[in-house]
Nanobody, 123 residues
Framework: VQLQASGGGLVQAGGSLRLSCAAS????????MGWFRQAPGKEREFVAD????????YYADSVKGRFTISRDNDKNTVYLQMNSLKPEDTAVYYC?????????????????WGQGTLVTVSS
């Protein structure tokens, strides 16, 4: 599967952005989908994931209550709605697909990656 992330940009603190990740291939609905981010000089970190059905989601503590992950399996797309953005949310955001049978929140558990989209939050 190929993934294409979009929607990043520059936003002021307190603002919102919606990231999208479009996937190619018929098997999208079978994958667990996740969002990760990597800030300058830091390691890539888990942000959120969603099961193949979309019925279950999980968030890193740092974004819980502010970010929402969702998916539309008919459109082969996963979304990340980001509200109340903070300067520390500044990073390149990556979408990823996992064929694992269980939830894995490490980047090593994901099989396919998008190219990343930059989110910059100014103070």
């Amino acid at each position: 599967v190929q993934l294409q992330a979009s929607g990043g940009g520059l936003v002021q603190a307190g603002g919102s952005l919606r990231l999208s990740c479009a996937a190619s291939g018929r098997s999208f609905r079978t994958y667990i989908m996740g969002w990760f981010r990597q800030a300058p000089g830091k390691e890539r970190e888990f942000v959120a994931d969603i099961t193949s059905s979309g019925r279950s989601t999980y968030y890193a503590d740092s974004v819980k209550g502010r970010f929402t992950i969702s998916r539309d399996n008919d459109k082969n797309t996963v979304y990340l709605q980001m509200n109340s953005l903070k300067p520390e949310d500044t990073a390149v955001y990556y979408c990823a697909a996992s064929a694992s049978a269980g939830r894995v929140r490490a980047s090593s558990g994901y099989d396919y990656w998008g190219q990343g989209t930059l989110v910059t939050v100014s103070s």
